[in-house]
């Protein structure tokens, strides 16, 4: 692909802005996506920070899910953070019964597992197949990543908690990249986009 | 923003950015006033980003009168306890003893509220002494800046609470973002002069200047009672809305708070907009802000 790749972000609640920046930044094309016939257009989906049960309810709403899972199995590159990790994992622990996810990573992920607003943290985060020293963890009421399947992939842990996972096309951190002005991870999912175009 | 040390390896908690941060992940969304776990679990169904925590919704304070102060921490604790999204809470201008409770009660957001009766008459709180973050009321820039300045992690318009009435939330974020985009036309020998009019620091009205937009989120708050005043205030610049009295006050709380969410979200699509204002009962019933005298305008606490 030599083109700049088309990468949504999913904007139907969260720090969508960030994102946006952040990817272009990393030199992809992107834009907000709140419709069917949006995700439709793009290459690859970011799903954003916010608050998973609200994104959830809205993506039910709006006719969203079942497009938004189509995509996903059919195998379009995705990366979610915190709340998106949540939109991401087959199973959730904590989260409101009616809470529905895309799925996409064979993960139980724990929602407010770090703790409520007092305990949100700063820390640098060694991430696997990023270069340049750990990248900076901003991580806000996160949820961790429970226990994985064999098929994804944990590339960053942080106090023995798994808290970025990969597993084929689909990326998920519990922590906030596009709060940091450093879009080391950004760039390593546009890689991942530009390898499957 | 500053980086962080890569030597760094223990966890640094209420920091600027997971401050900000925090309200950055609200955007988009609904914030809504409950006084009860029951009226919280509503407002979580209906897809509420975050809940206001507080004993007596604006309408109700105006109505009784007296003064008005933080909850009771165990009404707060109940709801923290009910739902699983954020609690925000009041704590009254300048009064830093309640913040400091409900930073001990684990609520998510501290709102340092004109909606109270103010404690102090010429400082408000020391936000940066806190780990929870802050949320405040401004009428203008300068207002919104002295915030800042203080320590507040994202701001909203004051509007004027419980009167169902959108008309000052509109002028206040008109007010904001006027002088925003004034500053943005402005060379360096005028930012300091307008930094000394905005009574605020010249390196933040620079940055301001810079960003053409404030350096943490804007709300808007005071005064939405419909789907169409939050995709209002939204399509003023609003990056999210707090709806007090608007929500139960009205005929069908649950419908109309879904409502609002929906509209929010889709703040740039009349048809989405008009479906959601169909058959939601009564709205509160609303106080014209030019009949309030004065004394009564909660708007004018805080400087």
Known sequence: MNNPPVIGVLALQGDVREHLIALASADAVARPVRRP??????????????????????????????????????????????????????????????????????????????????????????????????????????????????????????????????????LATSFHPELTGDDRVHAYFVDMVRATG | MSTLPTTTQSPETGTARVKRGMAEQLKGG??????????????????????????????????????????????????????????????RIGHFVEAQVLQSLGVDYIDESEVLTPADEINHSDKWAFTTPFVCGATNLGEALRRIVEGAAMIRSKGEAGTGNVVEAVRHLRQIKNEIAKLRGFDNNELFAAAKELRAPYELVKEVAELGKLPVVLFSAGGVATPADAALMRQLGAEGVFVGSGIFKSGDPAKRAAAIVKATTFYDDPKVIADASRNLGEAMVGINCDTLPESERYANRGW
């Open chain 2, 30 to 91: 609904v914030i809504m006033d409950v006084v009860n776990a029951e009226q919280a679990k509503i407002a979580e169904d209906a897809g509420a980003v975050a809940v206001m925590a507080l004993e007596r919704v604006p309408a109700d304070i105006r109505k009784d009168g007296g003064v008005a102060r933080m909850s009771d921490p165990n009404m707060i604790e109940e709801i923290i306890g009910a739902v699983s999204i954020p609690v925000m809470a009041k704590s």
């Open chain 1, 37 to 170: 016939e949006e995700l439709a257009e793009v290459d690859a989906l970011v799903i954003p920070g916010g608050e998973s049960t609200t994104m959830s309810k809205l993506a039910v709403l709006f006719g969203m899910l079942e497009p938004l899972r189509e995509r996903v199995r059919a195998g379009m590159p995705v990366y979610g953070t915190c709340a998106g990790m949540i939109m991401l994992a087959d199973k959730i622990l904590d989260g409101r019964e009616d809470q529905e996810t895309l799925g996409g990573i064979d993960m139980i992920v724990r929602r407010n597992a770090f703790g409520r607003q007092n305990e949100s943290f700063e820390a640098a985060i060694e991430f696997a197949g990023i270069e340049g020293g750990p990248v900076e963890g901003v991580f806000i009421r996160a949820p961790w990543v429970e226990s994985v399947g064999a098929a994804a992939e944990v590339l960053a842990t942080y106090d023995g908690h798994t808290v970025a996972v990969r597993q084929g096309n689909v």
